[in-house]
């Protein structure tokens, strides 16, 4: 809980409060401007084994988030299992060595124009040798593997896709698709929106051996020229994210996926920050317990969430927390500070035939459940179907449903959330404070759908004469409340010099009520 110190030093302070790293925000911002390792895209000459010049400077490194572990502004704690816990990226001068701990694979990835230790080689324990920067193309195999592709700028490296297309969301992996630069692979056993495809992985690599498979967590780590991606076991949404450096290692460009990395982790501290400085009730944010408080629950006025989804055949999906795979809504509400409503043990059944992994709830399981609930995040783009299976009569007995506060994920489109999402996981987190009404007013849901007033979001033609481009999200930076405050509004001369705009003026107001509450 923050102290009253700590809202009394943020109201009173003349100088802006930081995002922590603050003294990179600068650099985290210019995610465009890349210093590539070693010489870019061209090779070493004459190479000597016996030079120890480092040719990687600019290194992956895991995520040191303030707000994951030390005590924060506001004395509060952010405290999620782990945080980058399946990769590893050693380096070693003129080669580095991938380390999937999913799978237990490495991959030794060496400067070309100079050699690879014949050590490394000889000892077999690498499931791939690669020289870098990667030269053959790549093929996807997913669509979560889309998203850190086009954030790095590397559409064109991409050649090929395994399986079925018409799930791709990104307008301009689509438009490479119609024009024959991308083809696809496997096509024959899927509707196939596109023209151009081989018949397998096998026929593809014989026409393109130096093409790398990028596989998903449980393709066969030892298949030919494959290399596994497992972000998406990761068990927070840093974790999952800081997945880009897997693929920047490929083309020299760590020191551009740190940035992007740091650039997102600050924005999604800096939205936490402001939910637990105008939260109602502060508590300690700590992921690992099911529900993260320090206020008496009958003291608990924290905004209540509802995440949950009808599936056919099965019954209700709930969030059942603490738990952080798949969408991690857990996290995102204790990053908001919002109480999310969480399966309780024994409710619901497992069924068999799914491997008892999987809990779903019974229609009046579901609505003793979550008929009180503040809002009711709806996980699909099907709202209309249960709407048609349950009917009005059912789903009206919801509060949410009642205050027209349900949303679905179509914001951006209907197939986004699977895919360009996973590029803006801090944006998710932006919009869940703004939803639950604990931000500042500012950020405009951008994900998450209001059903009953909002569109369903259409993307984007592609710019293809910027196919090239790296992604960049398509929102304003997080600003600290804190430093709203003391920033002078826009006007020029010294006149304005220190005064508070109508907005701050509001905000400072929230600030000294929680402030007078705690007192």
């Not at 237990?104 to 990835?109: E, F, I, R, W």
């Not at 000892?123 to 870098?132: A, T």
């Not at 009958?298 to 927390?321: H, I, N």
């Not at 949303?407 to 932006?430: F, H, I």
């Amino acid at each position: 809980m923050f102290t009253k110190l700590a809202i009394a030093a943020a109201i009173a302070s003349s100088q802006p409060t930081p995002i922590f790293g603050q003294e990179e925000v600068l650099e985290t911002n210019s995610i465009l401007q890349d210093v590539e390792n070693a010489a870019g895209d061209a090779c070493i000459k004459d190479f000597d084994a016996a030079n120890t010049v480092d040719l990687f400077p600019t290194k992956w490194s895991s995520p040191d988030i303030k707000t994951y572990g030390d005590v924060d502004l506001y004395g509060a704690k952010f405290e999620p299992s782990v945080t980058t816990e399946l990769l590893d990226i050693t380096y070693h001068n003129n080669y580095k060595i991938i380390h999937n701990k999913f799978v237990n694979a490495t991959y030794l990835l060496y400067q070309c124009g100079t050699e690879p230790p014949q050590e490394e080689v000889e000892s077999g324990e690498h499931k791939l040798i690669l020289e870098v920067p990667h030269k053959g193309g790549l093929a996807l195999t997913s669509t979560v593997q889309i998203p850190a592709i086009e954030l790095l700028g590397l559409r064109s490296e991409v050649k090929a896709y395994v399986g079925n297309t018409k799930w791709i969301s990104s307008p301009c992996l689509n438009y490479m698709l119609d024009e024959g630069e991308i083809i696809n692979i496997d096509g024959d056993r899927v509707d196939v929106a596109h023209s151009q495809s081989a018949s397998s992985v096998e026929e593809y690599l014989l026409l393109n051996p130096e093409a790398l498979i990028l596989g998903g967590p449980y393709d066969d780590a030892n298949a030919d020229r494959t290399m596994v991606i497992a972000g998406s076991q990761e068990n927070t949404n840093v974790g999952q994210f800081d997945w880009i450096a897997f693929y920047a290692a490929l083309y020299n460009k760590e020191d551009m996926s740190n940035r992007i990395a740091r650039s997102a982790q600050q924005n999604y501290d800096c939205a936490s920050e402001n939910s637990f400085l105008l939260s109602s009730s502060p508590t300690q944010r700590n992921l690992k317990a099911t529900s993260p408080r320090r206020v008496a629950e009958e003291d608990d006025k924290r905004p209540t969430l509802l995440w949950a989804s009808w599936f056919q055949g099965y019954g209700w999906s709930v969030a059942s927390c603490p738990t952080y795979q798949s969408d991690t809504e857990c996290e995102w509400a204790a990053a908001c500070n919002v109480k999310i409503l969480s399966r309780p043990e024994g409710v619901g059944n497992a069924p068999e035939s799914l491997g008892g992994r999987y809990w779903y709830l019974s229609d009046e399981e579901f609505l003793e459940f979550g008929k009180d609930a503040d809002r009711w995040v709806y996980k699909s783009q099907h709202w209309d179907k249960v709407f048609a299976e349950k009917g009005e009569e059912y789903l009206s007995q919801f509060k949410a449903y009642q205050n027209q506060q349900i949303y679905d994920t179509q914001g951006v489109s209907p197939n986004s959330w699977y895919e360009q999402r996973l590029a803006e996981y801090y944006v998710v987190g932006m919009d869940v404070c703004a939803i639950m009404g604990v931000d500042d007013g500012l950020h405009k849901s951008r994900w998450l759908r209001n059903i009953f007033t909002d569109p369903v979001g259409v993307m984007p033609e592609c710019n293809v004469a910027e196919i090239d481009e790296p992604y960049v999200a398509p929102v304003s930076e997080c600003v600290p409340i804190a430093a709203k405050l003391n920033v002078a509004s826009k006007g020029d001369g010294e006149g304005n010099a220190g005064a508070v705009s109508t907005f701050q003026g509001f905000t400072l107001f929230a600030l000294l009520a929680v402030a007078a509450s705690l007192w």
